[in-house]
């Protein structure tokens, strides 16, 4: 599903967009984006200056990311100092994230569009916080320390986080605040 409400592009379209999730308010918009490929948390909203605060670099996103092959200690390392990737064709260094190996496998509902399997070749998890959202800039920091993304979900957005949130479900956040994100 794309994060979006509108698709106008000529080209494909047969997409998915959030409004088969529902009726919402008018002028409601997603806060950041998430890529064709990508899954997890988006957080809508109908406030520009809300949406403006999420996706400033206050605000943390935490991402579980599944990688090809057995991610390192020095790929790790790397991520945590920030790597250098491309953005609209110029280089670009990533500010410091938070990058660990959870301690358990995060157990994510199967995808639509399968994942490879072990037969190709083991695949590690790793958990990476960022606080800016540069165009597939989490697929392209795995991809500089030699493990490409294979799984992309985004599990966390200030204090809000995935957990119990049935795939494609929609829930309103109470009392939301950005000061307390």
């Known amino acids: 599903m794309l994060s979006q409400f509108v698709y106008n592009q000529n080209t494909r379209k047969n997409k998915r967009l959030l409004t088969e999730l529902g009726a919402f ?3 409601t918009m997603s806060i950041g984006r998430l890529d ?3 899954e997890g948390l988006l957080l809508l909203t109908t406030c520009g200056k ?3 605060a999420v ?3 206050e605000i943390e996103k935490e991402y579980y990311v599944q990688v090809d092959g057995l991610i390192t200690p020095a790929a790790i ?3 945590q100092q920030g790597v250098e990737i491309s953005i609209q064709g110029s280089s670009y260094t990533t500010l410091a994230a938070q990058v660990y190996i959870p301690k358990k496998v ?3 509902p199967e995808r639509a569009k399968k994942v490879r399997d072990d037969r190709h070749g083991p695949s590690s998890w790793v958990s990476i916080t960022i606080t800016e959202g540069k165009f597939r800039q989490v697929r392209k920091m795995t991809a500089a320390v030699g493990f490409p993304t294979l799984r992309l979900v985004r599990v966390r ?3 809000e986080r995935l957990e119990g949130l049935p795939s494609e479900g929609v829930q309103e956040v109470e009392n ?3 000061a307390t994100l």
Request: proline share 8%; hydrophobic share 35%.
């Open 36 to 38: 064709e490929d990508s």
């Open 77 to 79: 390392a790397a991520l």
């Open 25 to 27: 308010p008018e002028g």
């Open 55 to 57: 996706r400033s670099k």
């Open 50 to 52: 809300t949406s403006a």
């Open 106 to 108: 995060p157990q994510f």
């Open 176 to 178: 939301f605040n950005v």
């Open 157 to 159: 957005i200030g204090n």
